[in-house]
């Protein structure tokens, strides 16, 4: 469908990576459509254990592609973007991400969908829809102070603040930072749980998700039913308008 | 209807300072009412984008008036504690605090309702509310939790013990420490908040707190249900004597 | 019931000590039972005001002890062990864990459960149980994710790597590090809580589970349908003998 989104199985990994380095892996409808598919085809196959979500080690993920943005007239629950956050909240193996450079927007929101996160020294991470005249989205409003804490969910979400690897480590929204080669290590850490007890794995992440799984889902909708509305708004029109202006 | 809370409006923000500093702002039945009706007109009125809370720069908020404790009846859902709580809890706009001093009792219990805090050092903060006969209020057996997780939570409204604006910050009660200068920080941060679009602001607030909302709320009735039943009780008589007699 | 399980008062406080010290105070279906017991007794009590639960200076507790294991059938709500956790779940007075070396499985849940926690350098908590064929049990699953965020709680669980103290405390599972001398520390810490307001202490208590209380009570009976089903299958059966074999 695209040739921006890549796969590969290694070991019992299925490794999606973003190839769209020239965007910074922005993200486009054609994208999130072939995500989607990544995702459906790895929960099928018996083969695949865990899933490493990744860009390169430069660029994880920019963020939703604002010109694609512009165009966009709904978020109904058939959308490419819809379509790819609800089979994200429903997946049901390990999901790994490795974080390099920018993780904007969805290349936040998508880390709080995965077991395990590492990022790399120098990865930057915003979440900037407030600024933008958008809302939280992908299951952001519930499941960001899940991990940071209801206080730096505020901040992140409504200041629009970027935040370093470290911090992001230190405030709970990832798991371990790495100097380099961050594809790599992510790639050891995700043939590790591949080669645990698979039931157990699943299992042991279905019962984790149990307490908000609904909560999460009903998140995804309410917030895209919010975001589209203000997508039509002058707020965001005029600060979109204004960012590209700025560039 | 008392002098002891103050209004200003700058640049879109409604600072709502709390002026009786001598006995350190602690809070009197009028005074609750008085923040009722600051926070209510603040909802209406289009010209306020954001809400700061503070004291001066030398005490926030010493909790409630003990004198005033002594001769509550009536935590019903009309008396001026829980109409002032109430309304905090359904705020929709963007609510910051700025901590000085001690912030004791509701003086820290408030900051769980606001979206940003920032703290001097110095800042002293203390829930002696189980040390006092009583127990957690204002949604603090919900929402403490949420910010500091569940093991500081639970010390903090047990053991009554005091905390300083470090700790408060590493454990994620509060969003940023100052050296000095709190109130024009808060100010700051607030007017920075204020300049953001305001419908995508609030939206992305509504979101936020949507998943807990209703469970907020019910927990300030619930705590206020056993809050005045203590109240009359002896552990409590007995240890607000005590600490009177210790003055 | 077994001599495993000891309990004595001391200035309000009942202390219940694991000691199967040979055996790294591994659980056994009897100590479950006596637990339960200790905990029933406690309860009903009056002049148990809060209990310490601790090993000894050197050894907390290594877990369910696997021979043990092998041979169980059942984990129905009559089982010792769901006895035990639902006993443990609504238990009302203040709880509190002095943990030294080992807190392996069923000895860092237990700790879920506990108000307050304080443990000895050089203790070592782990989660081991994908690695086991098996899957979060205690209501891991809901509440260790409130206590260390939910990236820290996957990686615990999904992955079973051991943490020490530090780390322990660092993440907000446990709420202090002592040097040395744990047990007297507890039994201190205990003291304090068992001289505070009884009524405000349980209230408060009370207050806090409400919001968790009946997610928490599912997740036991929840993860013990899948901890039994896992107990039975191929995957688990070989990780428990590979075990054995590693001995």
Chains 1, 2, 3 share one sequence.
Not at 35 to 52: P, R
Not at 174 to 194: P, Y
């Amino acid at each position: 469908m695209t040739e921006f989104v890549t796969t590969a199985l290694e070991d019992g990994v299925l490794v999606v990576k973003l190839a769209r380095a020239d965007k910074k892996n922005a993200l486009t409808q054609a994208m999130y459509s072939a995500l989607t598919d990544a995702l459906s085809q790895a929960e099928s196959d018996l083969a695949v254990k865990a899933v490493l979500l990744q860009g390169n080690d430069q660029v994880f993920c920019a963020g939703n592609d604002l010109e694609d943005f512009l165009s966009l007239k709904d978020l109904g629950q058939d959308s490419p973007i819809l379509r790819f956050l609800t089979t994200l909240v429903r997946f049901k193996k390990p999901l790994l991400a490795a974080v390099a450079g920018p993780a904007v927007g969805i290349g936040t929101t998508v880390l709080l969908h995965c077991d395990l996160v590492v990022a790399q020294q120098g990865a930057r991470f915003q979440l900037p829809f407030v600024a933008l005249g958008l809302c939280a989205e992908a299951g952001s409003s519930v499941l960001l102070a899940q991990r940071v804490g209801q206080a730096k969910a505020n901040e992140w979400l409504l200041t629009g603040k970027a935040y370093s690897s470290e911090e992001a480590l230190a405030q709970g929204l990832i798991n371990q930072v790495v100097e380099k080669d961050v594809c790599a290590t992510g790639l050891a850490m995700a043939k590790q749980l591949a080669q645990l007890p698979s039931d157990a794995l699943v299992t042991t992440k279905a019962l984790i998700r149990a307490p908000f799984q609904a909560e999460a889902e009903k998140a995804i909708f309410d917030e895209a039913r919010e975001f589209v509305r203000l997508l039509q708004g002058d707020e965001c029109k005029g600060a979109i308008r204004a960012f590209f202006s700025r560039r």
